[in-house]
């Protein structure tokens, strides 16, 4: 038998176009893609989470698209699993794979055997961790901080569930995170041997501080706001869900608690703050190639991925 050809995997910060190129590199390649983002996996905020239109998902194949309820929690391993499942499946059917996101951990779980640190973590650990949270946060940032300040400095400290997170795992390991991931960003054998390429953004960045303007506006132009609504009337979100860009805002404009124009600005900015950790994130990419956009099409982006694949 023939040894599957591999995995392609493409990842660029968000408003590259890297949908669009993937689209069009897997019609060239005959291939399936799996998409790997965090938020793109939650049903009823298509808009919101930016996934794939009608008219793309009719092309080919997209698979790990809208298929979480959004009030249930879903994590990394779960989507490794799911992802792991899926591609094993379209290799051994003899599919090519596409793997695209703006998902650094989720693209690291799908192409690879992860080890989560800290396993599934302990419930009672956990609840007393948010009992004290709840009474003040600034304790348990400070508890973080003193345990394990490189990665407090790099968390979202505003945010309970990671530093909540991040408590149990240092407590679980008994160490700094930082210590015990060390050199397992990426572990020497993957589960899939792959072609890992980047699209990297002008250096400037005004022009794509502009396109996640144009992006923010386009949501909500076509109806991000009453796409919440429905899916937050079937049921609290969970607290994943809540952290996707625009749900929380667009829940505080619902409440009369933000102007659209504000929930708007508060979008651009905190996508502008994503984009800066995902090219950090490809910056840790190793043996990635860079395209850079550089103002190219899709179709000459396309040329230039597929010629770092002959």
């Not at 400095?153 to 909540?164: E, G």
């Not at 160490?175 to 400037?204: G, I, K, N, S, T």
């Not at 949501?219 to 706001?225: F, K, P, W």
Request: charged share 25%; with cysteine.
């Amino acid at each position: 038998m023939a040894e599957a050809a591999p995995v392609v995997a493409l990842f660029g910060a968000t408003a590259l176009g890297k949908t669009e190129v993937a689209l069009r590199l897997a019609e060239l390649l005959g291939a399936e893609i799996v998409v790997a983002d965090s938020m793109q996996v939650y049903a009823g905020l298509a808009i919101v989470t930016n996934q794939p239109d009608a008219a793309q998902r009719a092309r080919l194949p997209q698979h790990l698209v809208g298929f979480v309820a959004p009030q249930q929690e879903f994590t990394a391993a779960e989507y490794a699993r799911r992802a792991h499942e899926v591609i094993d499946g379209l290799r051994a059917r003899g599919r090519r794979v596409v793997v695209e996101g703006g998902s650094g951990l989720y693209l690291r779980a799908a192409l690879g055997d992860l080890e989560f640190p800290g396993g599934e973590g302990d419930p009672a650990l956990r609840a007393a961790l948010e009992a004290r949270w709840a009474r003040d946060p600034r304790e348990v940032v400070a508890e973080l901080e003193a345990r394990d300040p490189v990665t407090c400095a790099r968390l979202d400290t505003r945010n309970p569930r990671r530093v909540i997170r991040a408590l149990e795992t240092v407590g679980e390991l008994g160490r700094p995170l930082a210590v015990a991931e060390r050199d397992r960003l990426w572990r020497p054998a993957e589960r899939y041997p792959h072609r890992l390429v980047a699209l990297v953004p002008d250096e400037d960045r005004e022009g794509l501080k502009a396109a996640i303007d144009r992006r923010v506006d386009a949501m909500l132009a076509a109806g991000a706001l009453d796409e919440v609504a429905a899916a937050r009337a079937a049921g609290s979100f969970s607290r994943t869900v809540l952290q996707a860009i625009g749900v929380a805002e667009l829940c505080a404009v619902l409440d009369g608690a933000m102007s659209l124009e504000d929930a708007a600005r508060r979008m651009k900015s905190r996508t502008r703050a994503l984009v800066r950790r995902q090219l950090t994130w490809m910056r840790k990419l190793p043996d990635a190639a860079l395209v850079p956009v550089a103002g190219r099409g899709a179709d000459e982006l396309t040329a230039a991925v597929l010629g770092l694949l002959a």
